[in-house]
Structures are given as C-alpha cells and as structure tokens.
C-alpha cells in the first residue's frame, strides 16, 4: 500500500511539473498557443497539484493508522 501511495503521489507531481514547464513555456513564447491554452493550463496546474495534495494527505492520514 505505501508502495502504492509513492507511486500515485510521484506521478501526480510529475504531471503537475509536466503542465506547469508547458504553461510557462506558453507564456514566455506568448502568440496563438499562449492565447489558446495558457490560462487552461495553468488551471490544469492547480487541480493536479490539488490531486497530488489529496494523495500526500490520504497517505499521511493512512501512516499514522497504521
């Protein structure tokens, strides 16, 4: 299970490095994409890093259980 856990929350911490590289890298060039997709991506952002919060939470609430 914790095996598990440092899995889910190191690829949900990738993901979310992963979009927040591509949005700043959006917003540096500027033009069409930037226009397009740098505000969804940045909102895609938070919402990965909320997941990657609720997996590091559930994880330390499942530790001390245990």
């Given at each position: ?6 899995v889910l929350i190191l690829i949900a911490m ?34 990965c890093q909320g997941i990657a919060l609720a ?12």
């Amino acid at each position: 299970m914790q095996t598990t856990m440092l899995v889910l929350i190191l690829i949900a911490m990738l993901i979310t490095l992963g979009v927040l590289f591509t949005g700043l890298l959006a917003m540096a060039r500027g033009g069409d994409f930037n226009a397009k997709w740098g505000n969804k991506l940045m909102r895609y952002r938070i919402v990965c890093q909320g997941i990657a919060l609720a997996l590091f939470a559930v994880a330390l609430l499942v530790g001390k259980g245990g």
